[in-house]
């Protein structure tokens, strides 16, 4: 459940936008355009940080987080976009939808988050959200392992080449093709 609170922005402009309605009717407009003037230069910024929705999802409080994180993923920050899939692939925080964690993974992927490649691969390996379709699985899970930090490096090629069991030699082929001319691109 919901709830809203002096944090919640939505709350926040509902409440601004009645406080202004009652001002406008007292003052005028004159009165009310220099209100909104003050309002505007003195109202701290309402964004939050990155590191914040990580704190609340480490607190395991995957509402407050998807809170923060939609905003940021929906202005390009890849990170955010990852932890967002995530949310939605396991139902934290908001509905399970793999379409919608499918959608918020590849996002992160096409900008080079090795995080959400390993995960859309996963998605395209099981079918979930996405059409099942191993050769674009290994074309994740490829550059997924290849740009995973060392500690994560051996357990994605693992599970890169359990999916690569599965493929023909020309299906092996099209992925690193793909894989390779594959290039991040930023949001803007």
């Known amino acids: 459940m919901v709830t809203l609170d002096s944090q919640d922005p939505v709350f ?3 409440v601004s936008r009645a406080r202004l309605r009652g001002f406008s009717r007292r003052t005028g407009w004159a009165g009310t355009a220099i209100f909104v003037m003050l309002v505007t230069l003195a109202a701290p910024a309402q964004a939050q940080s990155l590191r914040q929705g990580v704190s609340a999802f480490q607190r395991q409080d995957y509402a407050a987080a998807s809170r923060i994180f939609i905003p940021l993923a929906e202005r390009g920050n890849a990170p955010a976009q990852t932890y967002l899939g995530f949310l939605f692939e396991t139902g934290r ?3 399970r939808n793999y379409t919608e964690a499918a959608m918020w993974y590849r996002r992160a992927a ?3 988050d090795s995080r959400a490649q390993y995960s859309l691969g996963l998605l395209y390996d099981r079918g979930f959200g996405v059409p099942q379709d191993i050769v674009e699985a290994s074309k994740w899970l490829n ?3 290849a740009a995973a930090p060392a500690p994560a490096r051996e357990a994605r090629a693992r599970i890169r080449d359990a999916v690569t069991t599965k493929m023909t ?5 099209e992925a690193r093709l793909r894989a390779l001319e594959w290039a991040p691109s930023r949001e803007h």
């Open 12 to 14: 926040c402009r509902e």
């Open 93 to 95: 925080g908001v509905p």
């Open 110 to 112: 096409e900008q080079g």
């Open 143 to 145: 550059l997924s392992t």
């Open 169 to 173: 030699r020309g299906e092996i082929a």
